[in-house]
């Protein structure tokens, strides 16, 4: 993805282009186009098309991505959330199985990748946390994102890692329900309707307002920015905001279950 990157940076500059002034061409941000550049974002076949179009670099651009390695494809998807998730101005998200990745502690992130099978090695599992923790500083920003999360109520009764683990976790989830930016909410166990049974999801807004989802799966993950299919998770996530404890009553609940450890 780097050396992608940085061969359309090479066609751009020969062009006479400027981030802005090609991503302005194609109705992107100039900062999807320094992403691709940088390689943390992946260039899409058909804007690959369309550059080699527009810069006339003779196919250059979708040979090289035809001929990438396996290994590059694979992340794709996540790779690209995880850019769209550092520039956001809004995210939603849907968690039944784990705390969202945005609320770990250091020791409950490493407990989730110790989890994983087949495991991880040491090298790679402190790698993975040291990732996710850095991924919270946008929630420590100057101007976060608007920032809303639906937790069930089962992920915090789980004592993955211990019970140790788990009292710090809820402590810190106690902590964010106090922050102005963050709405956290508990869906309660016992309910006779649940919105989210087909699992877990995040719902995204971009700086140029394009509303798109995430969720993931035991072999992959998905980015959605069709609209119908967005629409439809953000109905569901409106329905388990109705579903679930107010921030009030989750507050009282997150003191209950630290009261019970």
Do not use: C
């Amino acid at each position: 993805m780097k050396m992608v990157g940085a061969l359309l940076a090479t066609f751009r500059e020969a062009a006479g282009h400027t981030q802005r002034s090609l991503g302005e061409h194609f109705v992107v941000s100039e900062q999807q186009i320094a992403s691709i550049e940088q390689g943390r974002r992946p260039l899409k076949p058909d804007l690959a098309d369309q550059l080699d179009d527009l810069l006339d670099t003779k196919g250059a651009l979708t040979a090289a991505l035809a001929h990438m390695p396996e290994v590059d494809l694979i992340p794709l998807w996540a790779e690209e959330y995880l850019d769209r998730e550092r520039e956001a101005i809004a995210i939603s998200w849907y968690e039944g199985f784990a705390v969202p990745g945005l609320l770990q502690t250091e020791a409950y992130a490493r407990a989730v990748f110790h989890s994983r099978v087949p495991v991880y090695d040491e090298d790679e599992t402190e790698q993975l946390v040291i990732a996710r923790i850095e991924r919270q500083e946008i929630l420590h920003r100057r101007l976060p994102p608007t920032t809303s999360f639906v937790i069930w109520e089962a992920a915090l009764r789980d004592q993955l890692g211990g019970t140790a683990v788990q009292v710090e976790q809820l402590r810190k989830l106690r902590e964010y329900a106090d922050v102005p930016a963050v709405t956290l909410q508990i869906l309660p166990l016992g309910r006779t309707s649940h919105a989210g049974l087909d699992g877990p999801f995040i719902l995204l807004e971009t700086p140029e307002h394009q509303r798109l989802a995430y969720m993931e799966t035991q072999r992959g993950s998905q980015l959605i920015a069709d609209p119908e299919g967005v629409g439809i998770l953000t109905q569901k996530y409106a329905m388990l905001r109705t579903q679930a404890l107010n921030t009030e009553d989750t507050r009282a609940m997150l003191d209950r279950l630290l009261g019970e450890q």
